[in-house]
């Protein structure tokens, strides 16, 4: 059975204090792990695709790497805008592109 | 374009009664889902539909019933309300491809059953 584990579960950094959410996962087939941003009362906003070990991704203050059995979403410099809670998800072969299994998640805030 | 649309936003319901949430996608996806959302618990699949004309049982199917009426349009519907029930409920479309596998939610609806 396919495992997503997120940690920290809530992260609070002043602005400007880089750090990293982690998010270490089981599977029998990795097809791809998503990165995505919920804001409270909304729906979660695509981030990153990564496909395959070693590969990267950035977009703005956030940069997302993949290694065989996790992923890492940096943050570098952030704002008080990055507040939000971030999901990780990985998608499996044996299940089908239907099958995405999602963490619960890390709660980061920014204090200005 | 405004993407994933969902009715309605909040809901208030009693143990027993039924109702249906409304999804529509504008974006030309194949693939459309159905996801409850549960404090301490990550996104749970109830219902998917792969492409117009097929649905398939997700995670959590049990009480929910759902419809791909067309390729934009894929509801889902309790029958008989339970207080289990209470969560926010997304809907979620994809392309498909082969390429790409991302999903894109909608707003959500907030239901309560009492």
């Known amino acids: 059975e396919d495992q997503v584990t997120q940690s920290p579960e809530a992260l609070r950094l002043q602005e400007g204090e880089s750090s990293s959410l982690n998010c270490s996962y089981t599977v029998s087939g990795l097809r791809g792990l998503f990165w995505y941003r919920q804001d409270p009362g909304k729906g979660p906003e695509f981030l990153f695709t990564?496909?395959?070990a070693g590969e990267e991704k950035e977009k703005e203050r956030l940069k997302a790497t993949l290694t065989k059995k996790e992923s890492f979403l940096h943050i570098t410099a952030p704002k008080p805008e990055d507040s939000a809670t971030y999901l990780c998800a990985v998608q499996d072969y044996s299940g089908g592109y239907q099958k995405v299994t999602f963490g619960t998640g890390t709660k980061l805030q920014v204090i200005p | 374009n405004a993407g994933v649309t969902q009715t309605p936003k909040f809901q208030v319901l009693k143990t027993g009664q039924s109702m249906t949430l409304q999804c529509a996608q504008d974006?030309?996806?194949?693939?459309m889902y159905w996801y409850r959302q549960d404090p301490g618990m990550g996104l749970r699949l109830i219902y998917y539909?792969?492409?117009?004309?097929?649905?398939d049982k997700g995670e959590v199917p049990n009480g929910y019933n759902v419809s791909r009426l067309n390729k934009r349009e894929f509801s889902l519907r309790l029958e008989s309300a339970a207080p289990s029930q209470t969560s926010v409920y997304f809907c979620?479309?994809?392309?498909?491809?082969?390429?790409?596998?991302?999903?894109?939610f909608g707003p959500g609806t907030r239901l309560t059953v009492t």
């Open positions: 974006m030309n996806h194949n693939s």
């Open positions: 979620a479309s994809t392309s498909g491809s082969e390429v790409s596998y991302e999903q894109y």
């Open positions: 990564l496909y395959s």
């Open positions: 539909s792969a492409s117009e004309g097929t649905t």
